[in-house]
């Protein structure tokens, strides 16, 4: 199988990840336990997991001049991520995410944005090539929506598969372009806020997904945390891929090593269903382990995963 070309474009933070025995409530101080720098950001997971699971990636983005900027390229350097096309935005702070986790897994993730916002439809522009040349094109909405609008537009000019992490929802209603990326990809959550419908079952699922296609979307592959996946093609049944019973240490990056996972396996050539069943292998991996990019598995480890289920 040829090496998946993939082209991520989207955001690259440093996280502050707080360790705490519980998240706080509204209003509540909490003592924690422990606090780390982990190299982190949606999209420069999902370029990081790419990697690791042995497709060749191309990082698309924006760093600020500050000191979280070397780290955070040394992190993507290390994973054997192409870094040309990231771009410095002199003046401006790298983006920032701080996360709470408790002792159960969960997280609570508060994001400035930084350089991030600073990713223009030129930027996109200039990356036009890199996006036609490209097997699969992965984005995410932790970058401004004009220019998430621009990748997917010109990608399905080029022909190239898409796949869209709708994470976070913007507060503005989806433009047409995003509706028409090849795969829209969001969790429980975000999937309750674009519908407005409750996502708690499978049922419930499958109603959600069935109002994203009625809303414009093409495939939806909905994450379901620990109950899995659901695959939901226009005109057909949904499908339900089970999740990997794991004791989970912290599952900050899951979603981004799931949504890598999807991307490289569907651009080699593996059916929907197998590639989701790929990336709930992949995502499981990356629970067992703290903070983001150091959780990425390698695709060694998804693989493991897979033959002891079966």
Not at 158 to 169: L, M, N, S
Not at 172 to 180: D, G, S, T
Not at 197 to 224: C, F, R, Y
């Amino acid at each position: 199988m040829p090496t998946p070309r993939v082209v991520v474009v989207g955001s690259i933070n440093m996280d502050l990840v707080a360790r705490v025995p519980r998240l706080p409530r509204p209003g509540e101080t909490a003592s924690g336990i422990a606090l780390a720098y982990i190299p982190g950001g949606k999209g420069a997971n999902q370029a990081v997991a790419a990697a690791r699971l042995g497709a060749q990636v191309t990082m698309c983005g924006r760093l600020g001049d500050d000191a979280f900027a070397t780290a955070l390229r040394e992190s993507l350097t290390e994973a054997g991520v192409d870094l040309s096309s990231v771009r410095t935005t002199p003046g401006m702070s790298s983006g920032v995410a701080w996360i709470g986790v408790d002792d159960e897994g969960t997280n609570s993730i508060t994001v400035m944005a930084g350089a991030n916002g600073s990713v223009t439809i030129d930027d996109v522009q200039h990356w036009d090539d890199l996006i036609r040349q490209a097997d699969v094109v992965i984005v995410q909405g932790e970058i401004p929506l004009p220019a998430i609008e621009a990748v997917l537009a010109q990608a399905k000019r080029a022909g190239v598969k898409t796949v869209f992490d709708v994470a976070p929802v913007p507060t503005e209603p989806l433009p047409a372009a995003c509706w028409q990326a090849d795969i829209l990809s969001p969790n429980q959550t975000e999937c309750e806020q674009l519908t407005g419908l409750p996502v708690d079952s499978w049922s419930t699922a499958e109603a959600a997904t069935l109002a994203l296609h009625q809303m414009g979307a093409n495939i939806v592959v909905l994450k379901m945390g620990a109950l899995g996946a659901l695959v939901h093609e226009p005109g057909q049944t949904a499908v339900r891929v089970p999740a990997f019973e794991i004791e989970a240490l912290d599952t900050t990056a899951a979603g981004d090593a799931f949504t890598a996972a999807l991307a490289v396996s569907w651009a080699g050539g593996a059916t929907l269903p197998d590639a989701i069943r790929f990336a709930c292998a992949a995502g499981a991996c990356a629970s067992l382990h703290l903070g983001a990019q150091p959780a990425m598995p390698t695709r060694a480890a998804v693989e493991a995963m897979l033959s002891d289920t079966k």
